[in-house]
C-alpha cells in the first residue's frame, strides 16, 4: 500500500530563498508530524497537526519557518529566506490516531542544501 | 524532562553473530518506547514498541527488545546478524513528545 511520500526528494536553493516541502500522509491518518534531521542535531520535532486541533509547533527553530495542513490531508512546510544551518533532512511521518504514543509512518524525506 | 541514550554510537558485528545495541532512558514516569530502524536515504522504519503490556516485546525481522524498569533500559537484540541490518538504529521515548536517543550505526561484516 501507499506509504507516506514526501515531495521533492532532493532540493538546492541558494540562502535567501523561500522553500516549499510536501507531505502526503497514509489516507486515514489523523496525524502527521515534521521533523528535522542534521548531523549536528541529530532529529529534532518540528511541528505536529492532530486532526481539527491547533498545530502544536513548539519544535519550529524560528519565525521563518511555518506549516499547514489542508483539509486534514497535505502538509506543507515552508522556510521563508533559507540560511545555511537550515541544510538537513526534513522528514514527515502520520499516525493512525495521533498522540505521542502512537507508531509513525516516516516518509523519505526532503534532503534540502543552501548554498 | 524526558532523555534518551544510546551508549554506542557504532556497533560492528559479524554476519550471524548476534546484535546488541543499548537504550537508557530518563522520565518522571513510565513512557512508551520505541526503536526505529533508518537505511540510507530512507525514512525511519519501527522496529517494535514497547507500551508496558509486557516486558519482552517482539519486533520485526527477528529483533526483540526487553524493558528493565529497574535498570531504565530498553535494548535491542537480535540473535543472527543478517547484511541488511547494516543501518541506523534510534531508541525513542514519547512522553508529552518524542524524545530520540542519538542513534546507533551498525555495520555488519561478511
Known amino acids: 500500500g501507499a506509504g507516506v511520500s514526501q515531495s521533492p526528494s532532493n532540493k538546492v536553493t541558494e540562502k535567501g530563498k523561500d522553500v516549499e516541502l510536501r507531505c502526503d500522509p497514509i489516507?486515514?491518518?489523523?496525524?502527521l508530524y515534521w521533523y528535522r534531521q542534521s548531523l549536528g542535531q541529530g532529529l529534532e520535532f518540528l511541528i505536529y497537526?492532530?486532526?481539527?486541533?491547533?498545530?502544536?509547533k513548539s519544535g519550529l527553530p524560528s519565525d521563518r519557518f511555518s506549516a499547514e495542513r489542508t483539509g486534514g490531508s497535505v502538509s506543507t512546510l515552508t522556510i521563508q529566506r533559507t540560511q545555511q544551518e537550515d541544510s538537513a533532512v526534513y522528514l514527515c511521518a502520520s499516525s493512525l490516531k495521533g498522540g505521542w504514543d502512537s507508531a509513525q509512518h516516516f516518509g523519505d524525506g526532503t534532503r534540502l542544501s543552501i548554498l | 524532562a524526558q532523555s534518551v541514550t544510546q551508549l554506542d554510537s557504532h556497533v560492528s558485528v559479524s554476519e550471524g553473530t548476534p546484535v546488541l545495541l543499548r537504550c537508557n532512558y530518563s522520565s518522571s514516569y513510565s513512557p512508551s518506547l520505541f526503536w526505529y530502524v533508518q537505511h540510507p536515504n530512507k525514512g525511519l522504519q519501527l522496529l517494535l514498541k514497547?507500551?508496558?503490556?509486557?516486558?519482552l516485546v517482539k519486533g520485526i525481522n527477528g529483533f526483540e527488545a526487553e524493558f528493565k524498569k529497574s535498570e531504565t533500559s530498553f535494548h535491542l537484540t537480535k540473535p543472527s546478524a543478517h547484511m541488511s541490518d547494516a543501518a541506523e538504529y534510534f531508541c525513542?521515548?514519547?512522553?508529552?513528545?518524542?524524545?530520540f536517543g542519538g542513534g546507533t550505526r551498525v555495520l555488519v561484516k561478511p
Open positions: 514497547y507500551t508496558s503490556a509486557a516486558t
Open positions: 497537526f492532530q486532526g481539527n486541533s491547533a498545530p502544536d
Open positions: 489516507s486515514g491518518h489523523t496525524a
Open positions: 525513542v521515548a514519547a512522553g508529552n513528545k518524542l524524545t
